[in-house]
């Protein structure tokens, strides 16, 4: 590990995870900044805007209701630059321990596929995900990627007999994150909880990491500078993802 990069405070609850480690039931969540370095911006940059948005504008149940199509535009354009990014290191890593470690969970804030395209097909998306789209009637998701899936212009249902018009798959503030039984479940579980570039501000992911320490895991943040729960963790490492990541799952395995 790069120490001029990174700082590590060193654990109060140890635990030999290197000896039993094929025994570890591994939780790792992610949030926007393991994307950053893939160049998908994250959503607490310096001015508090997404995309030149405010959140309430484009976020909210809310700006859905009373301005439909500036919601979809914002929404359409995430969707078209799933197709200028690509994974870094860190989804790679990630993907590389799921190969390698069986009793590993992938849990992910991000709404984009860079973990599914490193090769983490099981990832839990809690805040829904950009290559589906949901139908306001039925609530089904779809997953419409294709060319004429993109465009400006509002998309109709294909489960409904009447077709009903769609909206983004995503988790809006006010809403309630996706499959949260099973997240639960898995963090209460866990012997190691490693959080990824992640700020720490939105619950109920941020309060995971309590949720672990209950359950008596050990915890890691890896993070480009000290989020707002930093206090909860065990073990912290300050850097890119991107560089620090597939070192520390290294020497796990
Ligand atoms: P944030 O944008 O709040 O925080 C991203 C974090 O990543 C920050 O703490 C950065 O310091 C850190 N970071 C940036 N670049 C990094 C890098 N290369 N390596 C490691 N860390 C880096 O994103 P989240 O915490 O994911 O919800 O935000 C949580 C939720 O807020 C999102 O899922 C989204 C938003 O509301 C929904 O869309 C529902």
């Given at each position: 590990?790069?120490?001029s ?17 094929e ?50 535009r ?49 990832t ?49 503030f ?30 109920p992911a ?39 990541l ?8």
């Amino acid at each position: 590990m790069n120490d001029s990069c990174c700082y590590v405070r060193e654990l109060h609850r140890g635990l030999a995870i290197k000896d039993g480690m094929e025994e570890t039931k591994v939780v790792v969540l992610t949030g926007a900044g393991i994307s950053a370095e893939s160049g998908v911006r994250t959503f607490r940059d310096g001015d508090g805007l997404w995309e030149e948005h405010r959140i309430e504008d484009v976020a909210t149940p809310q700006a859905w209701m009373a301005d439909p199509v500036l919601v979809w535009r914002f929404y359409q354009a995430r969707r078209r630059q799933l197709f200028d990014v690509k994974p870094n290191p860190a989804h790679e890593a990630l993907a590389n321990f799921a190969q390698k470690h069986s009793q590993f969970t992938l849990i992910t804030q991000n709404v984009d596929d860079l973990h599914e395209r490193a090769g983490n097909d099981a990832t839990i998306h809690m805040h829904g995900r950009l290559r589906t789209l949901r139908c306001e009637q039925s609530e089904r998701s779809e997953p419409r990627m294709d060319e004429r899936d993109l465009g400006d212009e509002f998309l109709m249902c294909k489960c409904c007999a009447t077709p009903q018009r769609l909206r983004p798959d995503i988790v809006w503030f006010g809403e309630t994150p996706m499959r949260m039984d099973e997240i639960y479940s898995a963090v209460e579980n866990c012997d190691l909880f490693i959080v990824v570039g992640s700020s720490g501000h939105v619950y109920p992911a941020a309060g995971l990491v309590n949720v672990a320490n209950t359950a008596g895991a050990k915890t890691m943040l890896v993070n480009l500078e000290a989020p707002a729960n930093a206090d909860s963790f065990d073990e912290i490492h300050l850097g890119k993802a991107g560089e620090i990541l597939p070192e520390v799952l290294g020497l796990l395995l």
